[in-house]
């Protein structure tokens, strides 16, 4: 069994969701928004972020992680913004010792749902018929267990996996 955490990046709202990989099992662990409040200085928003983001993987104790690439859209400044909490989305796995997954949104959308253009709607529906039972925390926690379903498909979870029964056998 492989745990994955997925991320999907934002300075006001941090999605994350864990899943376990066993094979081609994928099972819900946790997920969850890490939050800041707007009415704070950037630091001092990136610092609640990376506190935030530090106790989830200090509770569930994932061993592979993804983040979802940023959107670049025509506010240079949004952007540069989310660019920082992205900081933050690599920065904490990389902390913990984790290699570190990154993948394009359509990417993402066309291994959870089958199209790349999919809305968020489509997304967290497809995550559900995919773990069965899972209560989402919100659309940014949906789009991070999407993250982490990718992941696990796309040889990050599945990878890891085969090294390590190589390396125990």
Same mark, same amino acid.
């Given at each position: 069994? /492989? +745990?994955?955490? #997925?991320?999907? =990046?934002?300075? +006001?709202?941090?999605?994350?969701? %864990?899943?376990?990989? &066993? $094979?081609? +099992?994928?099972?819900? %662990?946790?997920?969850? /928004?890490?939050?800041?409040?707007? $009415? ?13 983001? &530090? ?6 104790? =994932?061993? &592979? ?8 859209? @025509?506010?240079?400044? #949004? &952007? ?28 993402? @959308? @066309?291994? %959870? %749902?089958?199209? $790349? *253009?999919?809305? @968020? ?10 773990? =069965?039972?899972?209560? /989402?925390?919100? =659309? ?10 990718? *992941? !696990? *498909?796309? $040889? ?9 029964? +190589?390396?125990? !056998?």
């Amino acid at each position: 069994m /492989i +745990r994955v955490i #997925g991320i999907d =990046p934002g300075l +006001r709202n941090m999605g994350w969701g %864990v899943i376990d990989v &066993t $094979g081609s +099992r994928l099972s819900h %662990v946790a997920n969850g /928004i890490c939050h800041s409040d707007a $009415g704070q200085d950037l630091a001092m928003r990136l610092l609640a972020l990376h506190g935030q983001l &530090t106790r989830v993987f200090a509770t569930y104790r =994932p061993q &592979t992680a993804a983040v979802e690439h940023t959107f670049v859209n @025509k506010d240079g400044a #949004g &952007t540069l913004k989310l660019g920082q909490a992205r900081g933050i989305a690599l920065l904490v796995p990389a902390q913990m010792g984790l290699a570190v997954g990154e993948y394009a949104p359509n990417n993402v @959308k @066309k291994t %959870v %749902v089958g199209v $790349g *253009h999919a809305d @968020k709607g489509q997304v967290a529906h497809m995550v559900r018929m995919q773990l =069965p039972g899972v209560d /989402i925390a919100g =659309p940014d926690a949906a789009d991070a267990l999407a993250v982490a379903i990718c *992941h !696990a *498909h796309h $040889g990050g979870a599945s990878t890891l996996a085969t090294a390590i029964a +190589r390396a125990s !056998a």
